[in-house]
C-alpha cells in the first residue's frame, strides 16, 4: 500500500496555525485550571458543611436524608467555638447557625451557650434568621424603652410584624432573659413570616399539651405546636422557664424543621 503524504503547510498559513495553536492551549490551560479551582470550591464548600462529621443517612440504603441536618461525632477535637465541641447537646443547631452567619459569638470565639438570652438578643436573631429586609422603613420609637437605641429597629420590627407586644406599662424590657413560653410565641411568629411557611396556629386547644399547660393559657396554641413539631419534648413544657442562648437557638432550629425550611 501506497504511503499516504501529508499535506505541505504552506509559510503563508504560519501566522494563522500560531494563533490557533495558541489559543487552543490556552482554552485546555483554563478548562483545566476552571474544573481544578472548582474542585477545590467544591470540596472547601462540602468541608464546611459537614465539618470532620458525618451526614444523617437513611438507614435502607445509606443515602443522605438531608445534607441540613448533620451530626457532629463526640470527640474533643471538634470545635464549633471555642466553648461548643462537637460533643456539646445542642451543637448542630450552633453550627447551623454559625454557618448560615445567624450568629458569630464573641471575640474571645466563645458562644456562651448557657448564658440567658434576653429579649433584645433574640430579636436580633430571629430578624437575621427570616432575612429581614429594613430598607424603607422607619423602626423605632416603639416602646418607651426602645427608642434609638442598637436594638432599636430589632424590637420595632417585631412589633410592627405582630411578633411582640410588649408591657402594659409601654415598655419592651429589652434586656430582660426571655422564658419558654415567650420564646417560642416569637419564634413561631417569626418563622412565619417567611415565605411558604405555614404553621397553623390553632385558636384553642382541647386538650393539654403538656401536663403542666392548662387549655387556657395564652401560650396552650403554641405549646401545641411545640408538641407536634417535636420542638419542645418531654411530659412537660415548663413555661417560665428562662431561656439559654443555647436551647434558643435549638427551638428556632427545631422550628424551622417543623416549618420545612430546613429540609
Known sequence: MAE??????????LPFLGVLFLFAGFSLYGILSFNASLSEYVDSMYASVVRDGVLVTDASNGAPINPDLYTFEAYSGEEIFA???????????????????????????????????????????????VDVNFTGGVYENCFTDATNQWYAPYVCYAKASGWVDGYSDGSYKPGQAVNKAECLKITIDAVNSIVGVEITVPDAVSAKPYGDVEITAWYAKYAKIAKDGNVVTGSLFLPGTEMTRAEFVQMVYDTLVYGGVIK
Do not use: C
Not at 466563645?110 to 429579649?119: A, E, G, S, V
Open 83 to 129: 466553648d461548643v465541641l462537637g460533643s456539646y447537646p445542642n451543637a448542630v443547631a450552633i453550627a447551623y447557625f454559625k454557618q448560615q452567619g445567624w450568629i458569630a459569638g464573641y471575640e474571645d470565639d466563645t458562644f456562651r451557650p448557657d448564658q440567658l438570652i434576653n429579649r433584645a438578643e433574640l430579636l436580633t436573631v430571629l430578624t437575621s434568621v
Open 4 to 13: 499516504k503524504k501529508l499535506p505541505k503547510v504552506k509559510i503563508e498559513q
